[in-house]
């Protein structure tokens, strides 16, 4: 029998990261998606969902609202949730858990973190077997923090137990948004590693064009606080292209853009969201 889960996530290479794990190590799984609460709402009125990962900050229904949502209709209540955010403080935490989560991962995460959360939240439902859930294998395609973060070891991708006080952990490290480059009519979405007033590192997904180096491009941020502000149409140069991993087919590349000549808005802006995506 299948297991349906329901994914939602407004960044579609995300979507695809996590789905291509859970299609590894969870194989009897049917993965829908949905890129933001409101298409996961009609979703769930038309067909039954055996677990939920949902992101928290999306444009019209947030990942927070969706839970809620789901909570309080008698047909739904019942379904796993796990969010999936990069909003690791214990605030969002506890108001999470007070809407009813079943788990909390934070972004970035590796594979065995994911199919953790995800295992453990079918068992206890009894949509999976004990036995068969067994742990996840090593080497899927986010078994390894270099992916979204260019580093080699793997951090906790925090769990309700560790962040609401019941054990102690380290929050993992946060992404700090998204970014979208523009480069001969072409765009890919990125997510920004580091920023500074001067320069952003990305990590990009692997595409089949990307500018060269000292090449002209564009790009919007958008912070990963939703209370921030987008910067859009920031002029830059790529400083530096290289891969994250160190593999011919490498996935993932990391993207070095100096800023040219910003407006005083667009520096009081890079100040305000440097300051409040730390």
């Not at 993992?172 to 523009?182: C, D, F, I, M, R």
Request: glycine content about 8%; overall charge neutral; aromatic content about 6%.
């Amino acid at each position: 029998m299948k297991i349906r889960i329901l994914l939602i996530d407004d960044a579609s290479f995300i979507r695809d990261l996590i789905k291509r794990t859970l299609r590894k190590y969870l194989p009897q799984g049917e993965v829908i998606e949905a890129a933001d609460g409101r298409r996961a709402q009609s979703i769930l009125n038309r067909q039954p969902i055996d677990l939920i990962l949902s992101d928290w900050e999306m444009p019209g229904v947030s990942g927070e609202e969706l839970l809620q949502w789901v909570r309080a209709d008698e047909k739904l209540a019942q379904i796993p949730f796990v969010m999936i955010t990069s909003l690791g403080g214990k605030e969002h935490i506890m108001r999470a858990v007070q809407a009813g989560v079943s788990d909390y991962l934070g972004k970035p995460f590796t594979g065995e973190e994911l199919m953790h959360k995800v295992q453990k939240a079918l068992v206890k439902s009894g949509k999976l077997n004990k036995a068969a859930a067994g742990p996840a294998a090593k080497g899927g395609p986010f078994s390894s923090l270099e992916i979204l973060s260019g580093k080699g070891d793997g951090v906790p991708g925090g769990s309700l137990e560790a962040l609401t006080g019941a054990a102690k952990s380290k929050e993992s490290p946060k992404l700090k948004g998204t970014a979208l480059v523009s480069w001969e009519d072409i765009e890919f979405r990125c997510m920004i590693k580091h920023i500074s007033i001067d320069e952003v590192l990305l990590v990009c997904k692997r595409a089949a064009q990307h500018p060269s180096v000292f090449a002209s491009v564009s790009v919007t941020l958008s912070p990963g606080n939703q209370a921030g502000q987008a910067i859009n149409d920031l002029g830059a140069y790529v400083h530096s292209i290289s891969a994250v991993e160190k593999r011919r087919d490498a996935e993932f590349l990391n993207l070095v853009l100096r800023f040219e000549s910003p407006t005083d808005e667009q520096r009081t802006l890079l100040s305000s969201f440097i300051l409040e995506n730390p």
